[in-house]
Each structure stands twice: as C-alpha cells, then as structure tokens.
C-alpha cells in the first residue's frame, strides 16, 4: 500500500513538473559557444537577467555542430519548451523546416526572417550602429587607415562592414578601409589565433582602429590590438572591459534585451512577425563606460550623438549591404 | 610591394610556422622509430590547454608550459603503451587520442573556470612576451639590415627561437649521435637492432617521449605564445598540416623546416592579401583564402617526387613468433 502511494505521489509530482515544464522558455546556444564574450554571451545575459528578476527557470543547449541544427531545435519543441530563442542567422533554413512542425510552439529567431506563423523574428540594424563606431573611429584614426575584420563570410558581417566603411569615410572622406574575413566555415566563429593574425596584418599596413566583428574570434583580435598598442572596438557585447585604453568602444546589439523580451512575454505574450531593432528602439548604440570614457572626446561625443539624431530623423541613410548585395563605401 | 611588406609577410610567417614545427618535428622522431602517430594533434591540443590553464592559475608562464609539456607526455605514453607494449594499432590509438583531447580539454576547461571550455585571458608573466635581441637599436640606421634584424630576427617569443634550434639539435641528433644511428635503423629494421643487443621498446619509447616534450612546446606556444588563452579546438588542424609536411620533408630535419616555413608562409600570405588588385582584375577574397590549400595540393603532388616512409613504420615490434 504504502508501495502504491509512493508510485502515485512520484507520478503526482511528474505530471506537476510537466505542467510546470510547460511554460519554460527554451534558449538555443548557436556555435561559438555560451562565453564568446559577443553574441551568444549577450543572449545568455538576457536569459540570467529574465531568471534573476522572475525566479523562473529555462532549458537551454548549446550547438556543438553544424549537423545538430535541427535535431536540437525539434528537441527543445520535444521537451515543451515555449517559446524557444534560436540564435543567428544559420539557423533560417532549418526553422522554416521545423516551425511548421510544432505549430503551438512559438520560435523567436535572431539576425534572420522567417516567414511563419508561429515565428517572430528578430532583426537588428547593425549597419547604423557600425556607422557610428565607424565614426568614431574615422575621429580616432591618425594615420587615416581604418581595419575591419569579420567573422565567417556572410551577408550579416558584410552589413557590419559597410556600415562601419560608411562612417570611417562620413568623419574622414581620405580614409582607407582594409576589410578581413577570418574564414567562410563556422569555425570561422571561434579562431581567435587567426583573428590576431588577420589584426597584426592590418596593423603592418598602417591601421591603427580595428573593429572586431567575429564573435568569439574577437578576442583574438581584441588582444593582438592591445599587444600592437592600437586601437580596436569590440561588437555585439559591451567589451570594452577586456583591454581597458585599447578597446575604443564596443558596437552595442542588445540580443539580451531581445531575449529577455521574448522570455518575458513567454507563449501568451508571443507576437509572430517581423521586429526591427534599431537606433530609436536602442537595439543597437555604442558603449561609454568607465573604462573608455577617457578614449571618447566630447568632439566626438557630440558628432556621434548629432549622427545619431540625423539617421533617426531619417537625413543619414546609411546604406544596408544585405539590401541589395552591394556596398557603396566597401568592395569586399 | 616594398620592405615593410616583406618583413611583415615574413615575421607572420615565422609564427604561423613555430606550432607546425614543433609538431612536424614531434612527428619525426616518433616516426623515424617507426610509430605512427597520427595523435601529434591531440597532444598540441591538450598542451595548449594545460599550458594556458596552469598558467593562469599560477600567473607563470613557465610553470604553464611545464604543465603543458606534462600532459603531453601522459598522451604519448598513452599512445606507446596501446601501440609499443600492447602492439595495438598505431593509427587507431592516435585518432582516439584526439578525440580523447578535444574532449576532456573542453570538461576540464568548464569545471575549472566556468567559461565554457575557454580558459580565462593571460596577462603579462603568464604569457611568453617578444624579447628584443641585443643591438636592435644600434643597427635601427642600417638600411635593409636594420629593419631586418628588428622585424624578422628580434621580437618573436622565445619559443620561436627555440624551435629553430630544435631543427638543428634533431639533424645533430639523428646523423651525428650513436642514438640517432639506432633510432634510425629501428624505423627501417628493427631485428637488426635487436640483433645488435639493443632494446628495441627502450629506443620507440624514449622516441615517443622525445615527441611529447616537443608536442608540449608546440601546444604550449599556441595558447601563451601566438594566443592569450585556450578556446577550445584551438590547434585547428595543424597537427594534421605538420604530418603533411612530415612528409613533404621526407622525414628529414632541415627541409621539415623549410617545408614548415612554406605552410606558415602561405597561411601569411592568405592573411595578408584578402583583397588585392591583380594585372586589374579584383581577386576574390575566397581566392586567397583557398590558395594555401591550392598550392598545398599542386606541391604535394607535382614537386616532392617518392616520399617514402620508414619501413617498419606502423608495425608493432615482435621479437618472436
């Protein structure tokens, strides 16, 4: 008998956990991995800040191959994960497959549109914030060459390139931008050695402002500024804190708030359709804290603030490489 | 292209190469006594890891490598136990190996320091910094040679130079010590050592070790020399580079650097010239990315004529059937 209770309270206890289970968000960790310092770390720091501040508890996994893509994501909707964040652009085509799949479970997908109903996505304007670091960092140069260099080869990085380009020419219309793409693999996310390579290179050709946008890669790049003495700007996460005086500035991309947006709302809240973070909605900015403050003039300052207003207002437009392949500022 | 350039291409150059080095000469000795190890990958890998680890625990960078050079060792005796005592097979041994070390890199790496699988950033003592030969600032007014000397010469860490007497101490070992002689003979005919009253798992073992301490340098450099910290898989391939240019040396010392030198010179090259102008046409930057690659395959292929191995390699030592 008492046998018997056991197996009913255990059984009890399960389907409570299940109905609790239920209302878990779900966060998939693309590759680069949770601590890239970038991107994914931004993400995971909106899903701390959401349990931190609500006591609630999420199921996350993290990617450790191209290949487990969809078997992660068809997972996640397995274990009623609701709604569930996938990370970055890799992720469309797969989606697009499994959404249809699970049609009560609600996607938010990041840096990608996918066009279902039960999808939000998520997209930033990164080229408006490149293009104030890019000026920032055009005021910043002395030598009037400027350095970029970017993770895998993809459209995504191309419109950081060009904003930045963009800016780098808006504060100084002689500079010469050199561009650098780690790879064209996703491995290309995470090879902080070739980073300082590619960074050292740039700075043997007289660059003297490198702006990171690689995920992972970044750190490498970040460092080999710092050992070069010049400057670098760091993306997606605030990171200025890694080289303090090396690091300018960091191209901000809340993917956290995004996040914590998503979880907060959880599935009742859930839109579908397409959100555009951008400069008016603070997705995306640049970073000034303790550890830059010194680096950013008030010329500076007041000719990033007044771009800013001007490409809110809608008098800069600055050109969107994913729009329609090409770059005015920037051959690739 | 001026100078600057050159010296720039050549001085990327010389770091790219360092890891292939060690690791191409790791493979030498291990091969030239005829074990196989396809594992020289594995052992960078998890040198690089301890390295960077113990030494950001420690704040020595020295204290690191040892570590690093420690746990590559622990791999080799690994691999010469299956392979040497248990007559295993020297291929199968090797590839578990690596799987063995990109996997418990990453476990240890995220209990130790919660950062998944990273270690944290290394900082001054616990990084190997470039040292400055003497009279870098009395040549600095000599033209070509000045600059020669302060971009190429001086200012790389000290495992830079320490690889390149590596080479000279593994010629001077293999062609001019009675050890190198039998080490020699027992990759080509091990009866014939053994015949000779000389034991032959005494030699492959001290071989192997011979390879680790050198694995541990390579893997060492990587993270505290040419990185600041481990991320995980950060060796990247190059294990597998340096036996390829094991063999395109043809198992030999000075052109094992020379063919080092020439890997590590494309992969600068790639780096350095993502985007460049050629008789008018705009080279696509996929282009360079693939053309080390390209001319590794044309190299490989058209220019080394037979690379023949040594012939006991691979098979295990059986004194008696």
Same mark, same amino acid.
């Given at each position: 008998m008492s046998l018997m209770k056991t197996f009913l309270s255990a059984g009890a206890a399960l389907a409570i956990s299940a109905v609790a289970a239920l209302a878990e968000p779900g966060l998939i960790i693309d590759l680069g991995g949770k601590f890239d310092k970038s991107f994914n770390e931004s993400a995971y720091n909106g899903a701390k800040r959401w349990v931190d501040e609500t006591g609630g508890s999420y199921i996350e996994t993290e990617l450790q191959s191209e290949a487990q893509r969809e078997q992660n994501m068809r997972k996640m909707a397995e274990r009623d994960a609701n709604p569930i964040v996938v990370l970055g652009f890799a992720n469309g085509s797969t989606l697009e497959k499994v959404a249809p799949d699970y049609p009560d479970t609600s996607f938010a997908i990041v840096d990608m549109v996918v066009d279902a109903p039960n999808v939000k996505s998520i997209v930033f304007s990164e080229h408006e914030g490149s293009y104030l670091v890019g000026l920032i960092a055009g005021m910043k140069s002395e030598t009037g060459t400027v350095g970029f260099v970017g993770g895998m080869d993809v459209p995504l990085i191309r419109k950081f390139a060009c904003g930045y380009a963009q800016g780098v020419l808006a504060a100084n219309p002689d500079a010469k931008v050199i561009s650098s793409m780690t790879g064209t693999t996703p491995s290309a996310w995470n090879d902080p050695v070739k980073g300082g390579e590619l960074a050292k290179a740039q700075v043997s050709q007289g660059a003297d402002v490198i702006y990171a946008a690689a995920g992972g890669t970044g750190v490498g790049i970040l460092q080999a500024a710092a050992d070069e003495g010049v400057f670098s700007i760091g993306v997606d996460s605030n990171q200025n804190y890694l080289h303090p005086g090396s690091v300018l500035t960091s191209m901000l991309k809340r993917v956290d708030n995004a996040v914590y947006e998503v979880f907060s709302a959880g599935a009742e809240g859930f839109e579908p359709g397409i959100a555009v973070l951008d400069l008016e909605s603070e997705g995306v900015g640049y970073a000034v804290d303790e550890n830059n403050e010194a680096l950013i003039t008030d010329d500076i300052t007041a000719a990033v603030d007044e771009a800013k207003a001007k490409i809110i207002s809608g008098e800069i437009e600055v050109h969107d490489y994913t729009s329609d392949d090409s770059c005015p500022a920037l051959t690739f | 292209?001026?100078?600057?350039?050159?010296?720039?291409?050549?001085?990327?150059?010389?770091?790219?190469?360092?890891? /292939?080095?060690? #690791?191409?000469?790791?493979?030498?000795?291990?091969?030239?006594? &005829?074990?196989?190890? =396809? +594992? @020289?990958?594995?052992?960078? /890998?998890?040198? #690089?890891?301890?390295?960077?680890?113990?030494?950001?625990?420690? &704040?020595?960078?020295? =204290? +690191? @490598?040892?570590?690093?050079?420690?746990?590559?060792?622990?791999?080799?005796?690994?691999?010469?136990?299956?392979?040497?005592?248990?007559?295993?097979?020297q291929l199968i041994s090797g590839v578990a190996l690596n799987f063995l070390a990109s996997g418990i890199t990453v476990v240890v790496g995220e209990s130790w320091f919660g950062l998944g699988g990273r270690t944290p950033q290394l900082e001054g003592a616990a990084r190997f910094q470039p040292i400055e030969l003497p009279f870098t600032g009395a040549l600095s007014g000599v033209p070509v040679i000045g600059p020669v000397y302060a971009e190429l010469i001086s200012g790389h860490t000290i495992l830079v130079y320490l690889g390149i007497l590596a080479v000279a101490m593994t010629w001077w070992t293999l062609y001019r010590t009675r050890f190198g002689l039998r080490l020699r003979a027992v990759g080509e005919n091990p009866e014939s050592v053994d015949t000779a009253g000389v034991s032959v798992l005494r030699l492959r073992y001290t071989a192997i070790v011979i390879t680790g301490v050198l694995c541990g340098l390579g893997g060492a450099y990587l993270s505290t020399g040419l990185a600041a910290g481990f991320v995980k898989e950060m060796s990247a391939g190059r294990g597998f580079i340096a036996l390829a240019a094991l063999i395109f040396a043809k198992w030999r010392p000075w052109y094992a650097l020379m063919a080092c030198l020439l890997f590590g010179f494309l992969e600068a090259v790639g780096n350095r010239f993502q985007n460049i102008e050629f008789l008018?046409?705009?080279?696509?930057?996929?282009?360079?990315?693939?053309?080390p690659y390209i001319l590794t395959v044309v190299i490989l292929a058209g220019f080394v004529g037979k690379a023949i191995p040594p012939r006991a390699g691979g098979q295990p030592y059986v004194k008696e059937r």
């Open positions: - | 292209m001026d100078l600057a350039t050159i010296l720039a291409i050549l001085d990327a150059t010389m770091r790219s190469a360092t890891p /292939l080095l060690f #690791a191409c000469l790791a493979g030498l000795f291990s091969e030239r006594a &005829g074990i196989f190890d =396809i +594992g @020289l990958e594995g052992k960078l /890998l998890i040198s #690089a890891f301890f390295s960077a680890s113990i030494a950001a625990t420690t &704040g020595s960078v020295w =204290i +690191g @490598l040892l570590a690093g050079i420690a746990s590559s060792l622990v791999m080799s005796g690994i691999h010469g136990v299956a392979s040497i005592t248990f007559r295993g097979n008018g046409i705009n080279v696509p930057t996929q282009f360079m990315q693939a053309l």
